[in-house]
């Protein structure tokens, strides 16, 4: 079991060493930057998050209107470039998570 915790432990280690988490962590130290930014971009992806797990029917009605409303904001340079690298870090988090259940034979 302590070679399981060792190697999560060197799995930490080894995204948090990754350009992936580094270009994340620059990009939300530029957001903190900005009085008042990052409570806006936490707000935005709040409000992205309860979007996407919506079943309302209206569905398509409410995400032409979020895409509106947040627009401007998303031109931003400083808020897109932050947005990129959480994506890019997501996404690296969700290919560790797949590879990892789908290796292990779990009656699922």
Same mark, same amino acid.
């Given at each position: 079991?302590?070679?399981?915790?060792?190697?999560?432990?060197?799995?930490?280690?080894?995204?948090?060493?990754?350009?992936?988490?580094? $270009?994340?962590?620059?990009?939300?130290g530029?957001?903190?930057?900005?009085?008042?930014?990052?409570?806006?971009?936490? &707000?935005?992806?709040?409000?992205?998050?309860?979007?996407?797990?919506?079943?309302?029917?209206?569905?398509?009605?409410?995400?032409?209107?979020? &895409? &509106?409303?947040?627009?401007?904001?998303?031109?931003?340079?400083?808020?897109s470039?932050?947005?990129?690298?959480?994506?890019r870090?997501c996404?690296?988090?969700?290919?560790i $998570?797949?590879?990892?259940?789908?290796?292990?034979?779990?009656?699922?």
């Open positions: 079991m302590y070679t399981i915790k060792d190697k999560v432990e060197e799995l930490i280690a080894a995204i948090q060493e990754s350009a992936e988490y580094q $270009n994340f962590q620059a990009a939300g530029r957001v903190k930057d900005v009085e008042g930014l990052e409570d806006k971009v936490r &707000e935005f992806c709040w409000k992205n998050y309860e979007l996407q797990k919506s079943n309302a029917e209206d569905l398509y009605e409410k995400v032409e209107a979020f &895409e &509106e409303q947040y627009r401007g904001f998303r031109e931003n340079p400083i808020v470039e932050y947005l990129e690298y959480e994506l870090m996404r690296l988090l969700q290919e $998570n797949t590879r990892i259940t789908s290796s292990v034979d779990l009656m699922i």
